[in-house]
């Protein structure tokens, strides 16, 4: 499956992005999507994730109650809104795939195989 991530931008702290993680070569249905990001010289680290059937997300607790990960497997994209941005947002993200049935979330990066190439998010104070 390749993905393509898509959305990033320049944003003032307190506003709003949408991103997507667009799908081919594979229909997204039975795979966990999870959305990471990587700040200058940080590790990367996650964000949100989302089973492959939808009914389970889950978030870092540093982007809890502002960011909100879906899906609409019909068009094969994931996406992730994002409110009440923060400079401490900015960051490449990158989503990434893993086959995996039902209600299951993963949660270390280590274990998914398909990446996206990144999109880059900035926000100033």
């Known amino acids: 499956v390749q993905l393509q991530a898509s959305g990033g931008g320049l944003v003032q702290a307190g506003g709003s992005l949408r991103l997507s993680c667009a799908a081919s070569g594979a229909t997204l249905d039975y795979y966990a999507i999870g959305w990471f990001r990587q700040a200058p010289g940080k590790e990367r680290e996650g964000v949100a994730y989302i089973s492959s059937s939808g009914d389970t997300t889950d978030y870092e607790d540093s982007v809890k109650g502002r960011f909100t990960i879906s899906r609409d497997n019909a068009k094969n994209t994931v996406y992730l809104q994002m409110n009440s941005l923060k400079p401490e947002d900015t960051a490449v993200y990158y989503c990434?795939?893993?086959?995996?049935?039902?209600?299951?979330?993963?949660?270390?990066?280590?274990?998914?195989?398909?990446w996206g190439q990144g999109t880059q998010v900035t926000v100033s104070s």
């Open positions: 990434a795939a893993i086959m995996s049935l039902g209600a299951i979330v993963v949660v270390e990066s280590d274990e998914y195989p398909y």
